[in-house]
């Protein structure tokens, strides 16, 4: 069974993932406002994958049978100033999950909650990708921000979608 504490914490961290979902789709639809549709397409991959961290979390607590409770989510940004903006912000956003995450596993180890700390350990290997994905297109973006092909050209040749992950924990209503 889940610690008390931890369960009430990652409650909070659907919202936070849920909450990254729809910044991304905003991000998402500001590049195809801007007809840069792989970067468009990358940032509607990334809200699908927060999307399923929230769900991820939300199947851990079911089978922790644990309450589940998931919180409302502030609007996201969606105005931009620039074509920087938005991947500047993202990468905020990444690192904040980080810390997010980490506060989380420490809270599970805090409470002798092994389980629950050993699930976390998936989201932290993530957190380290997402950071070094977002930070790279951060310097390409801001780069060549007056260079929209260029910037289309990276997100072609490096970050197109990812194989799934076999030790991804089972997302919630995911079929098999």
């Excluded at 991820?56 to 607590?61: K, P």
């Excluded at 909650?113 to 801001?142: H, P, R």
Aim: charge should be negative; proline fraction near 4%; hydrophobic fraction near 45%.
């Amino acid at each position: 069974m889940a610690a008390k504490k931890f369960v009430e914490q990652l409650n909070n961290q659907i919202g936070n993932e849920f909450a990254a979902h729809q910044q991304y789709v905003a991000c998402a639809t500001y590049y195809d406002t801007l007809t840069m549709p792989r970067l468009a397409a990358f940032f509607y991959r990334q809200a699908l994958e927060e999307r399923d961290h929230a769900m991820m979390m939300v199947q851990y607590l079911l089978d922790a049978d644990a309450s589940v409770e998931i919180p409302g989510v502030a609007a996201p940004t969606s105005k931009f100033k620039d074509v920087v903006a938005p991947v500047t912000l993202a990468l905020e956003q990444e690192k904040r999950v980080t810390d997010q995450v980490n506060g989380l596993t420490a809270l599970a180890r805090s409470q002798n909650d092994f389980a629950s700390d050993q699930f976390m350990q998936w989201f932290i290997k993530e957190q380290v990708e997402e950071v070094a994905t977002i930070s790279a297109l951060v310097t390409v973006v801001t780069r060549a921000k007056h260079d929209i092909e260029a910037i289309e050209e990276y997100v072609a040749r490096e970050l197109s979608p990812a194989a799934s992950d076999s030790t991804a924990p089972p997302v919630a209503g995911a079929a098999d």
